[in-house]
């Protein structure tokens, strides 16, 4: 396994394979890696002949008062992760190599990043597209896969490669989950063992909404389980809406087809998002 520190360094492992014409994976990560991360190298591995990852917590996408700062970054176990699962290339850039003194041009992630954690991060999804298409123009892939875990995130992704004419295909991996239906996510370490308790709603109102036939009922079936959350000090929901999987936009309640019940909460000092995409059939006649 490679492991390139500096744009320069990666550019040379690349083009040491292009006589090979390699089709090249990427998986695109903040590190701290678990199962969930993991499934996506796997899904990589079946897609290319070369997997590249790249470990980078990305400081344009936390805004002022987030957890940039205690992020995690255990490197060492992250490259035995990587080594282990057969990674060929790992991409580990510092913020100054990324971005050099001077920088003033960016991506905007349009209406599609405004809404929902767009609008409780505001600037959030600029800062993931600036730096994924600077990673796509640095790492060169064919082939890059995102976790539908950040569901909005791959869709702004998928929005990006459209309008800017990206030459990249984007594949969407589902939810890795705990036992107990938590999603997987790298900020779960920050949770103690009673908000880990509360937490479990999210998945748990998720589970309970997707049985459900019409949005309305989704809905309603959802909040009987976050409300009884809210009841918990630690627990503070942000949204839990039912959208359309490419806009973002609520969907009407007469919907019928897919959609996507997005959910964020705080719960203690660590914000949490998950979803889960239902289709919901059309009203049988009479
Ligand atoms: P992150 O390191 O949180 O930026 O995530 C890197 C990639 O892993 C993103 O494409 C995420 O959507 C994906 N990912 C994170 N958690 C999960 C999970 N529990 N299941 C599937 N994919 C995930």
Redesign the pocket.
Known sequence: MKIAHRVAEYAAHRSALEGRAPRVAY???????????R??IRLAKTLGDVVVVSIFVNPLQFGPGEDYARYPRPLEDDLQVCEADGVDIVFVPSVSDLYPAGRQVTVHAGVLGSVLEGHSRPGHFNGVLTVVLKLFNIIQPQVS??????AQ??ACIQRMVIDLNLAVEIVG?????EPDGL????RNIFLTASERAVARSLSAALEKAATQGSPPSARAAAYEVLDRAEAEPCFELDYATIVNPSTFAEVPDDHVGLAILVVAARVGGTRLIDNTTINFAPAPWG
């Open positions: 998986v695109a990560t903040m590190g701290a890696l678990h199962e969930g991360h499934s996506l896969i995102f976790g539908e875990k950040d995130q791959l991996a589902p939810i890795v989950r999603a997987m996510s790298s």
